[in-house]
């Protein structure tokens, strides 16, 4: 089946630091790959995507590249600001899925430090 | 905007109470799909429609049950409320060919 994987969190950083979230994937065929970003007390919403191989998804400084060779979809940003303090979600839609299905990671807890 | 509301923040309820969780999209999105979060799980996919009517199991349907009777509307229900279902709720929505999935705020739900 489809799945999800993210690296362990809590990331604590400082402000201005290199920021990387690594997401990797299982999926049959080639699916469209998602990061969502859910800020305390508020639900999820659409940070990035990338349809298909190669794609690079930006969006408010965060890039993420659709690698099919190593099935990773890693989301970075040059220099965090205390507002990106979130949990971030790495999510992927499979092809040909009814209803529009999206299949998520564990989440990633994002603490950014002034 | 795209805005799709729960109906409670927060709700307490005892075990065995019959708890109804209510959702409502503005935009007529054909999709719909209740999701519970807990910590170290990520999101987990109860149930989803695909139109009014119509619904399919999600991953962990187990002491769930949903009402789709109208388009805008998707209704959640814990037959028989159990406190292994305290947990965060969350709802959204997608238009037929559009993937973007558009969430509501969340209910916490309680059950003591």
């Known amino acids: 089946g489809n799945s999800v994987t993210q690296m362990e969190g809590p990331v604590t950083l400082s402000e201005e630091a290199f920021l990387t979230i690594n997401c990797t994937y299982t999926a049959t065929g080639y699916p469209s790959l998602f990061w969502y970003v859910q800020y305390p007390g508020e639900g999820l919403q659409l940070l990035l995507k990338a349809t298909k191989a190669d794609d690079k998804g930006s969006n408010k400084g965060f890039e993420a590249t659709y690698r099919k060779e190593t099935t990773s979809f890693h989301l970075e940003k040059g220099s965090v600001q205390v507002s990106d303090s979130a949990v971030y979600f790495c999510?992927?839609?499979?092809?040909?899925?009814?209803?529009?299905?999206?299949?998520f990671g564990e989440g990633t807890q994002l603490t950014v430090n002034p | 905007d795209v805005k799709v509301t729960q109906s409670s923040r927060y709700l307490v309820k005892r075990t065995g109470e019959k708890v109804f969780l209510e959702c409502v999209q503005d935009m007529d999105h054909e999709n719909m799909f209740w999701y519970r979060q807990d910590p170290g799980l990520g999101l987990r996919l109860i149930y989803f429609s695909y139109d009014v009517k119509m619904k399919e199991k999600g991953d962990i349907p187990e002491g769930y049950s949903v009402s789709r009777e109208k388009k805008e509307r998707f209704s959640l229900i814990l037959e028989s409320a159990s406190t292994n279902q305290t947990s965060m709720y969350l709802c959204?929505?997608?238009?037929?060919?559009?993937?973007?999935?558009?969430f509501g705020q969340g209910t916490r739900l309680t059950v003591v």
């Open positions: 999510a992927l839609k499979a092809r040909g899925t009814s209803g529009s299905r999206l299949t």
């Open positions: 959204a929505s997608t238009e037929g060919r559009n993937t973007e999935a558009f």
